[in-house]
């Protein structure tokens, strides 16, 4: 068989495959048979690329020419020009912010250039559902050297040696975590794969497994060998990933097939199998005892871990449980060394499993940035970095304001700590946390109080409801700040606010509750000033919070420059403006909504909003 | 055992004892809501929190689930940082159930008067569920049935039962309105209809109960129906408690065999089903009784402790009692039951006795035949009872306009006088008759004796040998035979237990020479025989195909002589030549 000389990798992961990137591919196998290419030119559909701000997405190989924003209509015109006649296409090339020369390799990129990729190394290489792939490109590889070279305990040493920690949001060194649960005595043990992503925003578990369900597989089959006792593993996804639930399933059944799974793999006496599990979508069953209750079939609340899951966790037998880029890194920890890997981040770990934050983490990096997408770097590296040169800095040119990490459960970091090395430890000095690795960019058009309800009314609502601080205590939060945003808050609603999250924060059963103030806590201490204007002067200043702020019209711009066109009048929903045709307009601030139409409708700037 | 301090108090535990059972024995209170020594700690209200510090590392934690595993572990549990804890969640509690007075004791007691928070779901309800979950725990845990749970979540959760509706699973058991803190749940009777009493009971209904007070054996027995062991496999409690290990769960109703040579029959009797006869409305109007369920009143254990009272609770300004309902009665039975006069006559004394209310005897004729019964009857006249001669045609409910509770109006002819009247009472006793047991045919069938055409037991003769039937070895007593009261009851059992022992004292019995018997060889086995017996003196020999006449069973009364077709049986000393050779010596003479 004759290799095809050119590979058209086209990005398959949600986000691209809303936009339409399975018709791409169609019409691209279409135009590629009219051309009669079809010996030469092979289109795959990889996972997630991680550029998801810019879908869908072509990457031609091996030249790595990268496309973005495609669209069915182009594809003719793309598939002429670069594949017959060899010109690739400017146009749809990536242009970095306030530039005009595009860049067209990916791996010059900022976004790309800038990433160091562990979990997601075979991320737009592979198609995610042939095992093929991923075994070409070294998968299984640690596997077969685990089972054929290593005895579970060297297995086990290399992984506490690695320093690797926790990608779901603890942060608990995973090495000790493996080792407590192999301690536990019992002959029926389990190893979980948590990959019940809630944040929203967060999308790092659905790429990595999307992209690449193997290195997951893989990486629990390494931990089920290590750990010992362990002969069934369960994978729990959400309902809302029906993309993530079909590859795993499809890739379970491939390693199966494969003799990857199952009894005697690769013809040791070691068995382990793994079950694909659907939850029904609530947040609070990404914390471990909510979630093993819901493999149960029970309802899905947590319960007090004075006992730990390791100890007693699905059906009361000693349990593992870690995330899915946990699982991801552990391939790669085998196959390269802990040495290789505690080269990567900060920290020593040598002694102290908690010493530091070893290897990359993948964030997923949302908001006010020009490239939104995932990235995946190395531990240590500055808030700054990530923003500025991998996000390619804030869009439409405006002042940076805040970091918002971990989900809703996180914190916000202000720009005076830009600078920060990115691991666990800074992080939750800051009052912030790694979290799962959501990271949201805040510009001066958002406000913090704003947000800070924005995510506590997602942790209230998320709430089982099962300890009293949790339920009764951040729905209070949230009637606090949503009287602070409607301009009905006091100054002493930010103590009480300050000693409620105190309160939540220690005395709640679980981590949900334990982290759900974290936003306010963190936006109280570092943007105070922010809710004071809010309860003293009743002024939003990043004019979000509708109802502090008043529209106004400019009496100068309004004659001058539109000569008193009447527009906003005619579009003012509550009948608030008033004024001549061609004399200046007001509005009457007691009849206005606040609705803030007059202000989009207005072609000359002369509704001021204060 | 570990040493563990307390608020500065060393003691010495077992391992894995929790923070509230250490306190406890240290003399220390902590603060709880929803935990229970029935199930294992929820751990939900948070109101136990405490400060465990172990090493250099504080933590705070709930007292009610955290085992003590450690050596040298320091608690406080009312440090100041656990006071805030707890006065905010108290707070937080109290801006949303002011009015429960479990909550209301807590915050007190841990210094919160006045909460500074508004609440929008505040529920001014003293009996609101405060969602503790012990309810939902019991039924899981303890009773395990699993009816309850939650649903919803954060602010909405509530608790609730399937589907929101009446579950199949639930057993009744109340364990949930019991373990409630605020009494949000209740149990309540659904299904009562309007004047039928409920299954009347004589005595409390618990799970383990004594049936009665005048139980034999006077022992505990466990309701089947209401166990919550034997219903869903939880509880379990009374064997855990009881020393002797008396409770077995297992033991099961069982058919057993005895061998006997004679039976007495004492089956008893049962009273008039009464909604037969509309026009008295029982079981359709209130304060209509049968006069069980009227003892059943008068009862100092009684539903009403003995007290004599109308269905809303006052007491009857007038009683009227009404005879012979079925008993002397065309349509129903015409025998006299014979007891109702006198139980009549001692209800109408002892309502006299316990009321100031009028009674109305309804009768057709006064029996009082006894002894010492017409003494009774003369007393009871003296007394003021009224006395009425005269069917009871109907009874209907009466109003009075001034909106008075409404009454009973009993209509009958009084045939002393000759005249229609109408009889205001506030309640009325029926007297049922007495009739046979139902199912008293089966039983007819099974010993192989007869009825009268009352259906009651036939006795062998009704003046020399009224105890034993026409089966040998089966004698009958009491109102399985007819309608008696007590004292001839006794009479009549007693008589029977002596004849039974004349004959066990004799160590044999004497029987008829007469008997049939069957010549197998001219059997076919044709069976018609067995069914005939009378007796059921035949049974069919499946191994020989022949039939078999049983001796002892055997009267010798010749019908399945005469229903043989194969004329395979004859009767012993009557057989046919015997017969033909009697009639030639009659003739030859």
Known sequence: MKPYTIQLMICAGTGCVSNQSFEIKEVLEKEIKKHNLQNEAMVVTTGCNGFCGAGPIMVVQPDGIFYQYLKVTDIPYLVEEHLVKGRPVKKFMYVPPKEEIPIPRMNKIPFFSGQTLVALRNRGMIDPEFIEDYIARGGYRALAKVLTTMSPDEVLKEIKKSGLRGRGGGGFPTGVKWETCKKIPGDRKFVICNADEGDPGAFMDRSIIEGDPHSVIEGMIIGAYAIENVREGYIYVRMEYPLAIKRFNIAVQQAKDNGLLGDNIFDTNFCFDIKVRRGAGAFVCGESTALMASIMGNPGEPRAKYIHTVEKGLYDCPTCLNNVETWANIPQIVLKGADWFTGIGTGDVTHDPWGGSKGTKVFSLAGKVNNTGLVEVPMGITLREIVFNVGGGIRDGKRFKAVQTGGPSGGFIPESLVDLPVDYDELTKVGSMMGSGGMVVLDENNCMVDMAKFFLRFTQDESCGKCVPCREGTKRMYDILYRITKGEGKEEDLDLLEELSNMIVESSLCALGGSAPNPVLTSLKYFREEYLTHVRDKKCPAKVCRELLTFSIDPEKCLENGHGCGVCEKNCPDGAIYGEKKNVHFIDSMKCGKCGVCFDVCKFGAITVE | ?589
């Open chain 2, 1 to 589: 055992m570990i040493n563990v301090n307390i608020d500065g108090k060393e003691i010495q535990i077992v391992e894995e004892t929790t923070i509230v059972r250490a306190a406890e024995s240290a003399g220390i209170w902590v603060p709880t809501l929803c935990y229970s020594e029935l199930f294992e700690p929820y751990g939900v209200c948070r109101i136990c929190s405490v400060e465990v510090i172990r090493g250099k590392r504080s933590r705070i934690v709930t007292a009610c689930n955290y085992p003590l595993r450690d050596n040298g572990t320091k608690i406080l549990t009312n440090s100041p940082r656990i006071q805030t804890i707890r006065k905010m969640i108290m707070e937080l509690l109290l801006s949303r159930w002011p009015n429960v007075q479990i909550i209301k004791d807590i915050a007190e007691a841990v210094g919160v008067k006045e909460p500074r928070i508004k609440c929008l779901e505040r529920d001014e309800d003293p009996n609101a569920c405060i969602l503790c979950g012990n309810c939902v725990n019991i039924c899981k845990d303890v009773v395990k049935a699993n009816v309850l749970s939650f649903e919803n979540r954060g602010i909405k959760r509530e608790i609730s039962l399937p589907f929101d509706e009446k579950s199949d699973e639930c057993i009744v058991c109340g364990a949930c309105a019991h373990v409630c803190p605020t009494g949000h749940i209740k149990i309540k009777t659904l299904g009562y209809e309007r004047g039928a009493l409920q299954d009347w009971y004589l005595g409390p209904k618990t799970a383990i109960n004594i049936p009665t007070l005048q139980a034999v054996p006077r022992v505990p027995i466990i309701n089947e129906e209401a166990c919550i062991k034997m219903q869903t496999g939880g509880c379990g409690i009374c064997s855990t408690y009881c020393e002797p290990e008396a409770i077995n769960y297992d033991a099961k109703d069982e058919e057993v065999e005895i061998e006997v040579g004679q039976i007495l029959l004492t089956t008893g009797y049962q009273t008039i089903d009464l909604k037969q006869m509309p026009q008295y409305g029982y079981g359709r109007l209130d304060n209509v009784y049968s006069s069980l369920e009227f003892e059943h009143m008068l009862n100092s254990t009684g539903p009403t402790g003995g007290t004599i009272l109308c269905k809303d609770g006052s007491v009857p300004r007038a009683v009227g009692i009404i005879h012979c309902i079925g008993s002397r009665d065309e349509n129903f039975h015409k025998y006299c039951s014979r007891v109702c006069c006198m139980y009549a006559l001692k209800f109408a004394h002892l309502v006299k006795d316990r009321t100031p209310a009028e009674v109305y005897q309804f009768y057709i004729d006064m029996r009082a035949f006894g002894k010492g019964y017409e003494e009774f009857y003369k007393r009871l006249l003296d007394e003021g009872v009224n006395m009425i001669r005269g069917k009871v045609a109907e009874i209907s409910e009466g109003y009075l306009t001034n909106g008075e509770k409404p009454f009973l109006m009993v209509k009958c002819e009084d045939t002393l006088i000759g005249k229609f009247r109408e009889i205001p009472v506030d309640m009325v006793i029926l007297c049922p008759a007495i009739e046979p047991q139902f199912d008293a045919s089966n039983i007819k069938k099974i010993f192989s004796i007869s009825q009268s055409p009352d259906k009651f037991f036939l006795e062998r003769h009704p003046k020399l040998d009224p105890v034993s039937t026409m089966t040998d070895g089966v004698f009958i007593a009491g109102c399985a035979q007819g309608p008696k009261d007590i004292p001839d009851s006794v009479a009549q059992a007693s008589a029977a237990a002596a004849r039974i022992l004349s004959l066990i004292s004799l160590g044999e019995v004497a029987v008829d020479p007469i008997k049939a018997e069957v010549a197998d060889e001219y059997c076919s086995g044709c069976r018609i025989c067995n069914s005939l017996c009378p007796y059921t003196a035949i049974s069919f020999e499946e191994e020989k195909k022949v039939s078999f006449i049983n001796d002892m069973l055997c009267k010798g009364c010749g019908t399945c002589v005469s229903a043989c077709p194969s004329s395979a049986i004859t009767g012993k000393g009557f057989t046919d030549k015997q017969i033909l050779a009697e009639l030639e010596g009659i003739l030859s003479v």
